[in-house]
């Protein structure tokens, strides 16, 4: 992980480039602040996961809760996924009618992936939203995933999905072990669909998993990003999600993505919620997950 030297020299370098940057804060303008306390995690696979992944090896599947934990649950909403199959898709087909019944009266969040045609209509329907992870290199797919996917691909299940409910594109920056390699193509691509929001993630270099040594992206790099989404999609809300490094990692790319201009962030950082106050932001809060809003 950078060392305090090498955080503060990339934050010194984004806020140069901010500076050089034409990005409108307009007066006045909103800041959403999601702590999502009230969506429920739900694997539909326990920590099962055929692919396991370079950055994740079913890590994060260990802190997820069940479909059953979800029928007994008075959460309002809860994030669907789980472990992938083979081909990059979260098997739901065995888990609708548990989840029909299970998810009765919540709104939900499906992450599943790779989803076919068949999927994506069967799902459509129980989803309030679709969080759909797009990537802009096919190298980083395989590297990352085992997968041999492109772009395309992703933009295409992404349009498929689109016609069944609200999707909202993730993209995670530096997700190829920190580097950064496809990100703007993801971005300009995502920028060209017919959707409202876009999340932005960040890799976390995570204990027992290939990726554990890795640093993330530096900051500079992760501000030239948000700048390049926010000039492409003026209109389009831009949020900065949960996934993220803590320490003072956060506190720099939380603040440095207020100076980009995205719209929302999930737990922000203490002094990112002063420098939105400072700059006479109004904040408005919600407590599930930013996919939802």
Known sequence: ???VQDLQAQYQRALALVETQSIPM????SLYVNRPVDTLPVSVTGTACSLKCAHCNGVYLE?????DDLAHSQAPSALISGGCDPHGCVPIAPHLEALRSAGQGKRLNLHLGLVDKETAAAVGPLASVISFDVVGSRETTRRVYGLDVDLDTYIETLERLNQYTRVVPHITLGLDGGKIVGEPEAIQAVAACNV???VFIVLIPTANTAFAECNPPALDEVTALLMQARRLMPHKRLDLGCMRPHGAYRQYVDELAIRAGIDGIVNPAHSALQ???ELDMRIIEGTECCALS
């Open 1 to 3: 992980m950078y060392n």
């Open 26 to 29: 307009a007066a006045n303008k």
């Open 63 to 67: 802190h997820m809760y069940s479909l």
């Open 196 to 198: 409202a929001a876009v």
């Open 275 to 277: 420098l939105a106050r």
